[in-house]
């Protein structure tokens, strides 16, 4: 199973830019996909969650209402449309795959697969 995340590159602040993660390689079981994300310096954090079947989300506080997550089945991708984006967005964005639930969307632990990351630089 592989993650191949796109989409990342340099904006100004207030632009928006949309992530795409592609699932491939055998069939798997898939509870849920989401984004993290890790600035210089920083721990990786949570940003946005979804749920495979039922497409429930979960956003952190601090990209709650300018990033929104969506997941298209058919093609075995998950986005990250990101609005509004402020230069403490800068960081290395991960996607991650879970095959089971085992507890709260937000938490790295819980995930099986990761991707290579893509780097989104917000800068005048």
């Known amino acids: 199973v592989q993650l191949q995340a796109s989409g990342g590159g340099l904006v100004q602040p207030g632009d928006s830019l949309r992530l795409s993660c592609l699932a491939s390689?055998?069939?798997?079981?898939?509870?849920?996909m989401a984004w993290f994300r890790q600035a210089p310096g920083k721990e990786r954090d949570f940003v946005a969650a979804i749920t495979w079947g039922a497409g429930n989300t979960l956003y952190a506080d601090s990209v709650k209402g300018r990033f929104t997550i969506s997941r298209d089945t058919a093609k075995n991708t998950v986005a990250l449309q990101m609005n509004s984006l402020k230069p403490d967005d800068t960081a290395v964005y991960y996607c991650a795959s879970r095959t089971a639930y085992r507890g709260n969307l937000y938490q790295a632990e819980f995930y099986d697969y990761w991707g290579q990351g893509t780097l989104v630089t917000v800068s005048s």
């Open positions: 390689g055998r069939t798997f079981s898939r509870d849920g």
